[in-house]
């Protein structure tokens, strides 16, 4: 054996000992996607209109604030749109003044005066930017959430390069509502100071709240609800407060969050913040002693507790809540609040005998589409079919091992393009075969022919093969969820069909030769 034959024939047993040691046990190594595992499909849409009214609501406090700095001590300011806010009583602040804070603070707005009227109208770049930016941190917020959640093999993309839609598949859920509710929650968290009662807990009543207040609240006050739950953790009741619209700190300010007991034994959420976020906390909490403290998650006051002492760095969030609950609102916290509202578009569930039924039919599908393959070479190839058959089997070897080995996720269509590649790595072994057929005919010898055949044949193999490649990579690219699992498929399969056909094929071929003094005759 020549030195050329044996290290083709140790690269190419190197190569299938790879695949084969990590395609095996197949039923641990391979990823099933969702179609196969089981589980949800979901396709959100985040309303971006939420993340361009929270900005400007900032832009329109922060303006206001550097107005007042800048003399105009009366100025108000109002949303008039998602987009635009006005700001009266500024006559005292001349076009200069302005266009100094815009430029500084208010980058992305266009402004116009009108008498003592300002009108602020964000621009469409600005816009653009900010809808985006709202899916782009909905999405990795998604994607922090159901990774703690500890779901293997997601997927979570955005539908689309510029839609506001986010496709979400998890295998193997099998609680769908605790996910969807983990993954709606906004958990936007606040710590404000209580207006009245001023000793933390609630009033029973809005008019109690109200009536302090001489029936009209502050323009710095407002009226939040919050829920009174019994030993089991039933809501039988509703409490009123009166709290800061100011927020001490936020969940921005948080460093983590996990569960934890309290002093009853109660399930809690333990809390630290940032090093700025606890100075700040620490500040108010010791210049508001023995007063509430409102604990606000998503609008609604979870608890109220008094402030007993300064509080630094850290502290609990108690209600009325169980140990999931508990488990959830941590995973939430940690891993940020929406910047957008979610709605959801379309729920599918899987489940798994469903799923194992897309197996079985793939299995059978497969076995039976190999069979019909074989069969055809066999025929038509006589004993030179024998060696499209183990470039073939090795092909098939090679697309489970290169999928195990990237963990790439495999699925219904997947289990196609797995199907579809047995037809398709034969072609290249045909358009060889069929190539050495016709050198053998024009009266060469039997290997001038093979080499002949192999050469000639080379250009239209990688040819066809490279451009369904190109195909397949477009697909990856741009399609979702089971496109892409197709697409993965493909693009392994062609790149196996092109080693078997051009490496392994050509191998065996000088492997019989070789082992022959003399080849007068080729079963072809």
């Given amino acids: 054996m020549n030195r050329s034959l044996l290290w083709r024939g140790v690269l190419i047993a190197a190569v299938v000992a790879t695949a084969a040691f990590s395609a095996i046990p197949l039923d641990e190594s391979i990823n099933l996607g969702l179609d196969l595992r089981g589980g949800i499909h979901l396709v959100l849409q985040v309303e971006s209109d939420d993340a361009v009214r929270s900005e400007t609501n900032k832009d329109l406090d922060r303006f206001v604030e550097e107005a007042k700095d800048a003399g105009a001590s009366g100025a108000v300011g109002e949303r008039v749109g998602d987009s635009s806010f006005r700001v009266t009583s500024a006559a005292s602040l001349d ?53 703690a959640f500890g779901v293997s093999e997601p997927v979570i993309q955005r539908q689309g390069l510029d839609s506001r839609r986010i496709v979400v598949q998890l295998p193997g859920v099998d ?50 609800t919050g829920t009174i739950s019994d030993d089991l953790g039933r809501v039988i009741g509703r409490q009123y407060y009166a709290v800061g619209k100011s927020a001490v700190v936020s969940g921005r300010d948080l460093k983590t969050a996990r569960p934890g007991l309290g002093q009853f034994n109660q399930p809690v959420v333990n809390f630290s913040l940032t090093h700025e976020g606890g100075q700040r906390f620490a500040e108010a909490t010791a210049a508001n ?95 030179s079919g024998l060696n499209a058959i183990l470039a073939l089997t090795l092909n098939i070897v090679l697309i489970f091992g290169a999928l195990a080995y990237f963990g790439a996720t495999l699925t219904l269509p997947g289990l196609a393009g797995i199907v579809l590649t047995i037809g398709m790595a034969v072609d290249a072994n045909v358009l060889v075969f069929e190539r050495i057929r016709e050198e053998l005919r024009f009266g060469r010898t039997v290997k001038s022919a093979i080499d002949a055949g192999f050469g000639k044949a080379l250009s239209s193999v990688v040819d066809a093969n490279i451009t369904t490649l190109i195909a397949a990579l477009f697909l990856f690219q741009f399609g979702t969820g089971p496109i892409r699992g197709f697409a993965v498929t493909l693009s392994v399969g062609i790149l196996a069909s092109l080693f078997t056909a051009i490496v392994v094929s050509r191998w065996l071929f000088d492997l019989v030769i070789s082992r022959r003094q003399r080849v007068e005759r080729l079963s072809i």
């Fill in 175 to 224: 609680d769908p509502e605790r996910v969807k509710n983990l993954i709606k929650s906004t958990a936007f968290l606040e710590f404000r100071l209580v207006d009245f009662p001023l000793g933390g807990g609630g009033a029973s009543t809005e008019a109690e709240i109200l009536g302090n207040y001489g029936g009209r609240l502050p323009s710095n006050v407002e009226l939040l």
């Fill in 95 to 147: 076009d200069a003044k302005v266009h100094q804070i815009v430029e500084e603070y208010l980058p992305g707005w266009a402004w116009r005066r009108s008498g003592d009227e300002l009108r602020f109208d964000m621009t469409p770049q600005n816009l653009g930017d900010i809808r985006n930016l709202a899916v782009v941190q909905a999405l990795q917020t998604i994607r922090n959430r159901v990774d």
């Fill in 289 to 383: 002693v023995n007063k509430g403290l409102a604990i606000v998650l998503d609008g609604n006051v979870v608890s109220a507790p008094r402030i007993k002492q300064r509080i630094s760095d850290s502290g609990i969030i108690e209600g009325s809540f169980t140990q999931q609950e508990v488990e959830d609102l941590s995973t939430t916290l940690r891993s940020g609040a929406l910047p957008a509202g979610i709605t959801y578009l379309e729920e599918r569930t899987v489940g798994p005998s469903l799923g194992q039924d897309s197996i079985d039919q793939g299995y059978r599908a497969g076995l039976f589409g190999g069979a019909l393959v074989i069969l055809c070479i066999l025929l038509v190839y006589r004993l």
